[in-house]
C-alpha cells in the first residue's frame, strides 16, 4: 500500500501541469496564436498554462518553416484559419491523443465545428486515417462538398496530400503514429 502511495506521489510530482489539468477533456479558452492551417494555441479559461491544439481528423497544406518548404495554399490556409478562430473564444474537445508535442482537439467556434469548416472551404483534407466515427462521414462529405466546388486545394490540378508532401519533400513518416 505504501509503495503505491509513494508511486502516484512521484507520478503526479514529476506529471506536467498539463496531464491532469484536463479532467473532464472539455474546456473554454481564447485562440491567442496560430501555427498553420491546422494547428493553433489557446489560452483556457480556467486555466494559466496554455494548449497547443492540432484539429482532430484534418491535414492542412504545410507552410515553410525550418528550412524546408511549403505547399501551395499553406499560407493561405493558416490565414483562413487565423480568420475564423484568432482572438475568438471556443470549446475545445480534447481527445486524448497527442502528436508532436500537441493535443488532438475538436474545435467550436460560434457553435460549428471549425474542424469541419477548414475542409468544407477548401483549407484541408480529411484525414480519413485517423477519422472515427460520425465525424468520418462529415469531415468526407466536406471535403466531397469543396471538391466539387473547385475551392482553395480544390483549385489546384495536381494538389498534393500534406502527408504525400512530407514524405517526398521532407524525407518524413508522413503519418506519425497517434499517442494516447
Known amino acids: 500500500m505504501m509503495k503505491r502511495a509513494l508511486f502516484i506521489f512521484f507520478g503526479l510530482t514529476f506529471l506536467s501541469p498539463f496531464a491532469f489539468a484536463w479532467g473532464n477533456k472539455k474546456m473554454e479558452g481564447t485562440v491567442i496564436y496560430i501555427s498553420d492551417g491546422d494547428t493553433f494555441v489557446v489560452k483556457p479559461v480556467k486555466q494559466k498554462h496554455e494548449i497547443k491544439c492540432r484539429l482532430y481528423g484534418i491535414d492542412a ?58 475542409i468544407r472551404r477548401g483549407f484541408a483534407w480529411a484525414y480519413e486515417k485517423h477519422l472515427k466515427g460520425s465525424y468520418r462521414k462529415s469531415y468526407m462529405a466536406a471535403e466531397e462538398e469543396a471538391r466539387k466546388s473547385g475551392i482553395g486545394i480544390w483549385s489546384a490540378v495536381d494538389a498534393l496530400p500534406p502527408w504525400e508532401f512530407k514524405k517526398e519533400y521532407w524525407h518524413l513518416d508522413p503519418a506519425p503514429s497517434i499517442k494516447e
Not at 507552410?63 to 499560407?75: I, L, M, N, R, Y
Not at 487565423?82 to 508532436?100: A, D, F, N, P, Q
Not at 482537439?105 to 471549425?114: A, R
Open 61 to 118: 497544406p504545410e507552410v515553410a518553416h525550418e528550412g524546408k518548404p511549403g505547399q501551395p495554399f499553406g499560407e493561405e490556409a493558416a490565414d483562413e484559419l487565423e480568420k475564423m478562430s484568432l482572438g475568438k473564444s471556443v470549446k475545445v474537445e480534447l481527445t486524448g491523443e497527442r502528436s508532436y508535442d500537441r493535443e488532438i482537439c475538436i474545435v467550436t467556434v460560434d457553435g460549428w465545428d471549425l474542424n469541419r469548416e477548414m
